[in-house]
């Protein structure tokens, strides 16, 4: 009878596909284009089936049926240089001297944070007091400052994309090797030299993390430029056709603003793997490696 109760309680041995499961890392070793694809799937899926249940309106939420008609629709427009095709362009420009002008700003700023009393003290305060502020709120500021042309919407995409740059720079630099800072600081290195040679290329992995967030960012910030300040770009365009209910071709432009965020995300992802060679990182990791 004891023996029977005792091999009763002893646990089996799992072979290594049920220990693979159990141990859930089996979904790191599933490859990305697989899981985009699977994932892209069923939230395709699951949007179909809310139309078809008739849950919402299909005014309100047109299915991925409408949304890909009025897709091609666009992607004809794009291809032969339509008024869509040029707002594109118009966005593209917005988002791209946006997004420089953030990284020039938010790696100065981050650099005067880092490495100054007064920048942590006295910068750094107003910094975040800024970035806590309503950034739509500044859209038709900008505006009446610097017109409807694409320099309200470059300064707006700065406004909101700039301050991650700040904060992982002056991450970078607050982190580099203590040891090897001595070690300058043995050499008898000014501080100029220590910031050039050593911190900011330490720094460089902080500050990449950083750039990837303002790509995406400033498409955000050109947009809402346009869609609250007018002007030609997709903003505008998206500001039309919400008011007439066109929310499937609302649906296929915020398509092309995804690809332009992530083409330019993976413009900073492709310069962090060339300047960065000896350091191993994914191409959407946002961590910089670190």
């Known amino acids: ?11 089996t041995e799992m072979s290594d596909a ?14 990305q284009p697989i899981a985009i694809l699977t994932l892209g799937a069923l939230m395709l899926g699951t949007w179909w089936l809310v139309v078809q249940i008739g849950y919402v309106s299909r005014i309100l939420l047109p299915g991925p049926a409408e949304t890909w008609d009025e897709l091609m629709d666009i992607t004809g427009n794009i291809l032969t240089g339509g008024h869509v095709g040029e707002a594109l362009w ?28 007064i920048g942590q003290k006295a910068v750094m305060p107003y910094l975040v007091a800024f970035n806590a502020l309503p950034k739509v709120a500044f859209a038709p500021v900008f505006v009446a400052w610097f017109g409807f042309g694409i320099n309200s919407k470059i300064v707006m995409a700065l406004f909101i994309a700039f301050f991650p740059v700040i904060v992982s720079t002056a991450a970078g630099l607050w982190a580099v090797d203590t040891d090897t800072l001595m070690l300058f600081k043995s050499m008898e290195a000014g501080r100029w030299q220590t910031l ?71 413009a900073v992802a ?19 490696g670190v």
């Not at 004891?2 to 646990?11: L, M, N, S």
């Not at 159990?22 to 599933?30: A, K, L, P, Q, T």
């Not at 118009?90 to 009393?117: H, K, N, W, Y």
């Not at 498409?219 to 500001?239: N, Q, S």
């Open 1 to 11: 009878m004891t023996q029977v109760a005792r091999e009763h309680t002893e646990p």
């Open 18 to 31: 049920e220990a693979l499961w159990y141990s859930g890392s089996w979904i790191d070793r599933i490859p």
């Open 90 to 117: 118009i966005t593209t420009q917005e988002t791209i001297l946006g997004f420089l002008s953030a990284a020039v700003l938010g790696i100065f700023l981050g650099v005067v944070v880092g490495e100054t009393r």
């Open 196 to 266: 050039r040679k050593l911190k900011l290329p330490s720094a460089l992995p902080y500050i990449f993390a950083g750039l990837k967030a303002a790509a995406v960012f400033a498409v955000v910030g050109a947009v809402v430029g346009e869609y609250l300040g007018g002007g030609k770009g997709m903003g505008e365009l998206i500001r039309l056709a919400s008011q007439t209910l066109r929310i499937d071709r609302v649906f296929a432009m915020i398509f092309y603003l995804g690809v332009l965020g992530l083409l330019l995300f993976g």
């Open 270 to 288: 492709l310069a962090e793997k060339k300047l960065l060679f000896w350091q191993k990182s994914d191409t959407f990791d946002i961590q910089g």
